[in-house]
C-alpha cells in the first residue's frame, strides 16, 4: 500500500511539473555535474533549451517533458543537431520523460547524440537519479553565451495553464458550422475533434511558438503560424488561442493580437 501511495504521489508532482520546471530540472542536474548552465527563452532557441559547458566542452541540450503522451521524433532529433552545429557547441543531448521512436533513437546513436531520461517529478533531484543512454563526441571550441530570463516561459506557462488546459471538455466554434470538440489538453498537445469527426492531435511547439511570438511582438497571422507548422493545423491553432482572454482575433489578415488591457 506504502509503494502504491508513493506512486500515486511522484504521478500527481509528475503533472504538476511545468515544462518551464522541467527545463529548470535538467540545468540543476548538469550543474550538479560541474557545468555552468544557462537557459534559453523558450522560442527562438532553434531547438536547444539549455546550454551547459565547463573547460573541456559545451552542450547543447533539447529538453522535451512529453511522458506517455508522445515520443520524441526525427526531426527533433535532427533539429537538434544542426542546433548544435549553428552554436559550435561540441555535443548535443536530449534530455525527456519519455521515448523515443525507433527512428529518431536510430538517429541519436548514427550522430552520437546522448539520451538522458530524468523523471519529471517536483522533488529533490540528484544527477544519480537521469539515466544516459547512447553517448557520442564532436569537436569544436566552446563559447560564451549572454544569460537570459525565464520571464517569457514564465508567461507562456500561465496562459496554458489558466486559459488554454481548461478548454478540455468544451465544444469551440469557429466561422460558419464549423466546430472543433476539445477531447484533451497537456504538455503535450491539444487532442480534438473536428466538425467532420476527424480526431488529430495540435503539438504544443506550435502553441507555445505563436503565444511567444504574440508575447513578444504583439500579434501573429495565421499565415505565419503555417508557415512555422508543417502539419497545416493553423486554423485549429487560432480558434483555440482565440479562447485567451487577453488575445483578440481580427480579419484580413487573420490575425491573433494581444489585449494590452488584459492581465492573466
Excluded at 31 to 38: A, I, K, V
Excluded at 69 to 85: F, I, T, W, Y
Excluded at 229 to 242: D, M
Aim: proline share 3%; charged share 25%.
Amino acid at each position: 500500500m506504502k509503494a502504491m501511495n508513493q506512486q500515486s504521489l511522484d504521478s500527481e508532482r509528475t503533472l504538476i511539473m511545468t515544462p518551464a520546471e522541467y527545463e529548470s530540472q535538467i540545468a540543476t542536474h548538469f550543474d550538479e555535474l560541474g557545468y555552468r548552465t544557462r537557459q534559453t527563452a523558450m522560442s527562438g532557441d532553434y531547438g536547444v533549451d539549455v546550454f551547459a559547458e565547463n573547460a573541456d566542452e559545451r552542450l547543447a541540450i533539447q529538453v522535451k517533458m512529453y511522458g506517455t503522451a508522445r515520443r520524441v521524433n526525427r526531426q527533433m532529433v535532427m533539429e537538434l543537431h544542426g542546433a548544435k552545429d549553428y552554436f559550435d557547441c561540441d555535443r548535443a543531448v536530449i534530455a525527456t520523460d519519455g521515448e523515443l521512436l525507433p527512428d529518431a533513437r536510430e538517429v541519436t546513436e548514427k550522430l552520437g547524440i546522448q539520451v538522458l531520461t530524468v523523471p519529471a517529478i517536483v522533488s529533490d533531484f540528484s544527477a544519480t537519479d537521469a539515466t544516459c543512454v547512447s553517448l557520442g563526441t564532436a569537436s569544436g571550441e566552446p563559447t560564451s553565451g549572454s544569460s537570459l530570463n525565464g520571464e517569457e516561459a514564465l508567461s507562456f506557462d500561465q496562459i496554458w495553464t489558466h486559459h488554454v488546459m481548461p478548454l478540455a471538455g468544451q465544444l469551440l466554434r469557429g466561422k460558419g458550422d464549423r466546430t472543433n470538440f476539445i477531447d484533451k489538453v497537456d504538455w503535450a498537445g491539444v487532442w480534438r475533434t473536428s466538425s467532420t469527426g476527424r480526431s488529430s492531435r495540435i503539438d504544443i511547439e506550435i502553441f507555445r511558438l505563436a503565444i511567444n511570438h504574440i508575447l513578444r511582438n504583439g500579434s501573429i497571422t495565421r499565415d505565419e503560424i503555417n508557415q512555422n507548422y508543417a502539419k497545416r493545423a493553423s486554423s485549429g491553432v487560432v480558434l483555440i488561442l482565440s479562447q485567451v482572454p487577453m488575445f483578440e482575433l481580427t480579419d484580413n489578415p487573420l490575425t491573433l493580437s494581444l489585449r494590452l488591457n488584459n492581465l492573466l
